[in-house]
């Protein structure tokens, strides 16, 4: 009896045992935060292109047939019939049209085909059927100096049947109008006249109508411009670079602005604006390098269209990064303003161009080659799906007179959500002057006064110390989670404050005053996941701290000790494509060195050392530096950096004296700037003596 009695409270305890161990792996699994990933949502599928087409994407549009036109860099025209590899045909491709100037446009309006070429918007007709144009009619044409630097894009249908085109500046170590009409938008009309439009553009890469109607256009960042950016444009605006003034005394300008009105102070763009009547200042800023750096393509999320949960928003491509970000938009006191978002990267090359296919994906058509982009391909078509699933996003950010209230897509937890520190607000500006970009200034952390989270706990709406207008601000949800227990698939988004709006402020009581919260907080345990993501954004800060330490491997004096100078000058600049001039170096170990290195290109770049093989780690590190990276040279605090030139202006130079490291081996020097890491490299062979 005994010995039964034993064996069932020995079964009885292995039981309880089994018991505990399921109860707290399930505790563990609930307490364990779950992550997305891009591609769970979007599918991002590589239509196949022949060998001998080389479809450098300048523009695209869907035709009533189902055939995708693209027009490309090369002057081509391609039709491409089944472009969605139905039933698991291979797509079709034709040349259509040929022979043209660098056609970054092209669209479909009132039945006939359109496309821009640098120095004329053209009407494409095929009169005998067989499916190549015959006919090449000049539509309306301007004048070209023949400098690189002068791009053309459009058309884009307006409300009013016109058709808007952009015409770059052009570039001879910083941006001018060398022909009539460049950095202007203008309007084509059915009968071929021009209409000058707005001026003060710098590289108009892409545009678009919302579902309003208003026009808004996607500017790189450069000279004038601090950061890239998507700005609503009106007739008679004057966007910010003044090259375009010097043809406002035209007769036809509607623009009343002189080159002598613009001063170049580095102010903040929206403290000029308040003293220079008819400057417009972006609608939404996208910080350098975080947020791309060649703004492009712009489309308008409409009922063309099934990506996600964010109809009514923009998407914004980006050449130089390969990726696509969101634009949410609203208008306050009659001016546009919002906030940007990630939302998809890793495209095979740099994006141009986007287009709604007739199944509701995105066709994304893309090109490199002279540009570079962190796609490592010279250009590519790609097809964008959304499979349904609706991912834990930030939806959207819409200001508030004392705040923001953040829209999510799923149900957030109240146990993060309410707290001050899963949230984290910056507030900055850029500088607008003649120089290319701008660093971040007036940076400053705003304090949360108060959360209050909505009944459906699909909204938190954040009080802050104070709102500044003209200035963005940095929104971060770091340690927010869905009651399912999901992590944000991207935690931050960058809201323009042009206007704060009118209405009541919140009534900050007991409830919701931040001060209480983190008591309340403190005196009850957090959960596992919020201790976890804390820790994780603490982690993250005293990484940020470490990264923004002045690093000192940048010597721009010769040593005294070199008493008979240096052993070997080297000079080197940038070549086209995001290349060094020299990207091999054989030297003796010890070797005294002088380099310098002269920016002879329309973009900034250094010159970044270091170890063997560390090129890419260095690169990714820089691209981690946010909004401190260009007061920081993009250089981060790391043993894997040896030497490194400042961050040079188009036009300018470093020289940095360095002895060559005392072992053999093959040191890497990269550009750091924006992802140039991934194309701008070169070697230092460093042999024994």
């Not at 591609?39 to 695209?60: A, H, R, S």
């Not at 109809?311 to 634009?327: A, H, N, T």
Request: overall charge neutral; proline content about 5%; aromatic content about 10%.
């Amino acid at each position: 009896m005994k010995k039964h009695k034993f064996n069932f409270i020995l079964a009885l305890s292995v039981v309880i045992v089994a018991m505990l161990n399921i109860s707290n792996s399930f505790g563990q699994e609930s307490d364990t935060i779950k992550t997305q990933k891009e591609d769970e949502f979007y599918i991002l599928k590589t239509i196949p292109i022949p060998q001998n087409v080389e479809l450098e994407v300048g523009g695209m549009v869907l035709l009533p047939n189902d055939v995708l036109a693209v027009s490309t860099r090369k002057g081509d025209v391609w039709m491409i019939t089944n472009p969605y590899m139905r039933n698991g045909q291979s797509p079709l491709y034709k040349l259509f049209a040929q022979g043209m100037h660098e056609v970054l446009g092209i669209n479909y309006i009132n039945n006939d085909i359109y496309v821009m070429q640098r120095s004329e918007l053209t009407r494409l007709r095929d009169l005998n059927g067989d499916g190549i144009a015959d006919e090449y009619y000049t539509m309306a044409t301007w004048p070209l100096a023949g400098n690189y630097h002068e791009y053309a894009y459009g058309p884009v249908l307006a409300k009013d049947g016109s058709m808007l085109v952009t015409l770059n500046l052009g570039w001879i170590g910083y941006g001018e109008s060398l022909s009539k009409w460049d950095g202007w938008m203008l309007k084509i009309w059915p009968d071929g006249r021009v209409e000058p439009f707005a001026t003060g553009l710098r590289s108009p890469a892409g545009f678009a109508l919302n579902d309003e109607g208003d026009i808004f256009y996607s500017e790189n960042q450069g000279d004038w411009v601090g950061s890239g950016n998507i700005t609503h444009i009106e007739k008679s605006d004057f966007l910010g670079n003044p090259a375009g003034l010097i043809w406002a005394d035209q007769p036809d300008s509607p623009v009343k602005l002189r080159k002598k009105d613009i001063p170049d102070t580095g102010e903040p763009k929206f403290e000029v604006a308040k003293r220079v009547p008819g400057l417009k200042t972006p609608s939404v800023w996208f910080p350098h390098s975080i947020l791309g750096v060649s703004t492009s393509g712009m489309l308008n999320y409409d009922s063309q269209g099934s990506m996600g949960p964010f109809k009514g928003q923009l998407f914004v491509g980006d050449q130089g990064q390969s990726k696509i970000m969101r634009v949410n938009l609203e208008k306050v006191n009659g001016v546009y303003q919002g906030a940007v978002f990630p939302f998809r990267e890793g495209f095979s090359s740099g994006i141009l161009r986007m287009n709604w296919g007739s199944d509701k994906s995105m066709f994304v058509g893309m090109t490199s080659r002279g540009w570079g982009s962190t796609g490592d391909k010279l250009f590519g078509l790609q097809q964008l799906s959304w499979n349904g699933k609706i991912p834990f996003e930030i939806h959207s950010i819409v200001a508030q007179p004392d705040g923001f209230k953040i829209n999510f897509t799923k149900e957030v937890s109240e146990a993060e959500a309410k707290l001050a520190s899963s949230y984290n607000v910056t507030s900055f500006t850029y500088k607008y002057h003649s120089k290319y970009g701008s660093p971040v200034i007036n940076q400053a952390k705003r304090e949360i006064k108060a959360l209050e989270i909505s009944e459906d706990k699909m909204s938190v709406r954040i009080v802050v110390d104070s709102l500044i207008n003209g200035y963005i601000y940095e929104i971060k949800a770091v340690d927010v989670k869905s009651t399912d227990n999901y992590a944000l698939l991207h935690n931050f988004g960058y809201y323009t404050l042009n206007s704060v709006p009118s209405g009541a402020k919140l009534a900050i009581t007991d409830r919701n005053r931040v001060g209480l919260a983190d008591v309340h907080a403190h005196n009850h345990p957090m959960p596992k996941v919020a201790k976890k993501a804390h820790a994780i954004a603490a982690t993250q800060s005293s990484v940020s701290k470490t990264e923004i330490t002045k690093v000192t491997k940048r010597q721009t004096k010769m040593p005294a000790d070199w008493t008979n100078g240096p052993d070997k000058t080297i000079v080197i600049t940038p070549k086209p494509g995001l290349k060094f001039s020299i990207d091999n170096i054989s030297i003796k170990a010890g070797t005294k060195i002088k380099l310098t290195f002269k920016n002879t290109d329309d973009m900034l770049h250094n010159m970044v050392f270091t170890n063997p093989g560390k090129a890419s780690v260095v690169g990714e590190l820089a691209l981690k530096l946010g909004l401190n990276a260009e007061q920081l040279n993009y250089v981060p605090n790391t043993k894997d950096v040896i030497f490194y030139t400042a961050l040079l202006q188009p036009n300018q130079s470093d020289t940095i004296y360095f002895t060559a490291p005392a072992k053999a081996g093959d040191y890497d020097f990269v550009c750091t700037y924006s992802g140039h890491y991934l194309i701008m490299r070169g070697i230092m062979k460093v042999i024994d003596k």
